[in-house]
């Protein structure tokens, strides 16, 4: 299950915070039923726009990764969650819009699978440019 979400709209004091993050990152492992294999990284990025920095990080879980990556200016949080484990992904999006006080969030849910797909053949890939 791969989870993106995009965060509108947020508090720009909770997005600059690195430990909201830290704790998001910290936390989410665990709420979700997984299995932090590493502590949070999370580091303060200044882009080459003034507009553009933020903080990002991650975690490892054993069953894959969980970044945010926050744009205080732009009011703007983006959060990947992926697992090979499908996990009930309400409580971990009601948390994001409490803790970074979004207005709005756009969110994109993949089903992933460990299994093999039933398509014998596929079509191969567009090439990309």
């Not at 993050?21 to 665990?30: A, G």
């Not at 999370?42 to 969980?66: C, F, L, N, Q």
């Not at 009601?94 to 709005?104: A, G, N, S, V």
């Amino acid at each position: 299950m791969h989870v993106i979400i995009d965060g509108f709209g947020g508090d720009p004091d909770q997005l600059s915070d690195e430990n909201v993050v830290r704790v998001i990152l910290d936390q989410y492992p665990q709420m979700m039923g997984m299995t932090r294999i590493t502590q949070p990284t999370v580091v303060r990025y200044t882009g080459s726009k003034p507009e553009d920095w933020g903080v990002s990080g991650y975690v490892m879980i054993a069953e894959s990764h969980i970044a945010v990556h926050t744009f205080p200016e732009r009011r703007l949080v983006w959060a990947d969650i992926f697992s090979c484990k499908d996990f009930e992904a309400a409580q971990v999006l009601e948390d994001i819009k409490r803790r970074f006080r979004l207005r709005q969030m756009d969110v994109k849910v993949l089903e992933r699978s460990l299994e093999s797909s039933p398509v014998v053949a596929r079509e191969p890939a567009a090439p990309v440019r």
